[in-house]
């Protein structure tokens, strides 16, 4: 079965097992994915990503982070699609409940969270958001 959007496919795993309640996941590699994830641990929303090999198979693994049972990934969506991409300027990207959530963005100078696009003074591509 072909993949058509690998962003969004990495999102909902990300979704689902949070939802199951599971201590970590696997994903298959790529530097984007890769990127959303550190950002994700970056921002406190999971505990720990690193890059796995099986029979010569790069596989990132995320350690989802739970306090006193309750995940701290509350909420994660996935905005511009392969049908619909969103980009915005600098200062037309979205606040993300009222700025307690952060916005993923890949820009030109790499994939950024919104505040550091905001700082930065860059645009681009709104991947998801989560809080």
Same mark, same amino acid.
């Given at each position: 079965?072909?993949?058509?959007?690998?962003?969004?496919?990495?999102?909902?795993?990300?979704?689902?097992? &949070?939802?199951?309640?599971?201590?970590? #996941?696997? &994903?298959?590699?790529?530097?984007?994915?890769?990127?959303?994830?550190?950002?994700?641990?970056?921002?406190?929303?999971?505990?720990?990503?690193?890059?796995?090999?099986?029979?010569?198979?790069? *596989?990132?693994?995320?350690? *989802?982070?739970? &306090?006193?049972?309750?995940?701290?990934?509350?909420?994660?969506?996935?905005? #511009?699609?392969?049908?619909?991409?969103?980009?915005?300027?600098? #200062?037309?990207?979205?606040?993300? @409940?009222?700025?307690?959530?952060?916005?993923? @963005?890949?820009?030109?100078?790499?994939? @950024?969270?919104?505040?550091?696009?905001?700082?930065?003074?860059?645009?681009?591509? @709104?991947?998801?958001? &989560?809080?």
């Amino acid at each position: 079965m072909a993949v058509h959007d690998t962003i969004g496919d990495f999102v909902t795993t990300i979704r689902n097992a &949070v939802k199951a309640g599971k201590d970590s #996941s696997t &994903v298959s590699f790529s530097k984007l994915r890769f990127a959303i994830a550190q950002i994700l641990k970056n921002e406190g929303f999971i505990r720990n990503v690193e890059t796995i090999e099986n029979n010569g198979i790069p *596989y990132i693994l995320i350690s *989802y982070k739970y &306090v006193d049972g309750v995940s701290a990934l509350a909420g994660l969506d996935r905005h #511009s699609r392969p049908g619909c991409r969103m980009y915005y300027k600098y #200062s037309d990207i979205p606040y993300v @409940l009222g700025g307690l959530g952060t916005a993923v @963005l890949t820009t030109s100078k790499g994939v @950024l969270t919104d505040k550091d696009a905001r700082r930065e003074k860059v645009g681009g591509e @709104l991947l998801c958001t &989560v809080w």
